[in-house]
């Protein structure tokens, strides 16, 4: 359904298929996922707070990078790469034993699932 009501937009078919995911997107939610989980480095990411990291990370590259690396190195402490290319329109890429794999699945493997 959402994919009609977006037809009349200036987005692709594959604009439209990754509109709820992206690169920043999935990003942003890995570090609170990793925040959820008790994992050290993502303790000040308070949205409603203007000092904390993720408010800054929004103009400071450096910092965002920072993170970036925290959350790969969540993954990679799993046998997982995450390709993060900060783009809005394409998703990360997640890669387990040479095979691409959802966001979803790379959590389920960081959790032992």
Do not use: C
């Not at 692709?12 to 990754?18: G, M």
């Not at 990291?53 to 103009?59: A, R, Y």
């Not at 034993?97 to 979803?104: A, D, T």
Request: no cysteine.
């Amino acid at each position: 359904m959402t994919k009609e009501i977006l037809k009349d937009e200036l987005l692709s078919d594959e604009e439209l298929d990754n509109v709820a995911g992206g690169s920043w997107v999935e990003f942003t939610a890995d570090m609170f996922d990793a925040q959820k989980r008790g994992i050290a480095g993502f303790e000040n990411l308070d949205l409603t707070n203007p000092n904390s990291d993720l408010i800054k990370m929004i103009t400071d590259d450096k910092l965002r990078q920072q993170y970036v690396d925290k959350v790969g190195a969540v993954f990679a402490s799993h046998g997982i790469t995450m390709q993060y290319n900060g783009k809005f329109f394409e998703s990360n890429v997640y890669t387990y034993q040479g095979k691409q794999i959802s966001r979803e699945q790379a959590w389920n493997i960081v959790d032992g699932k």
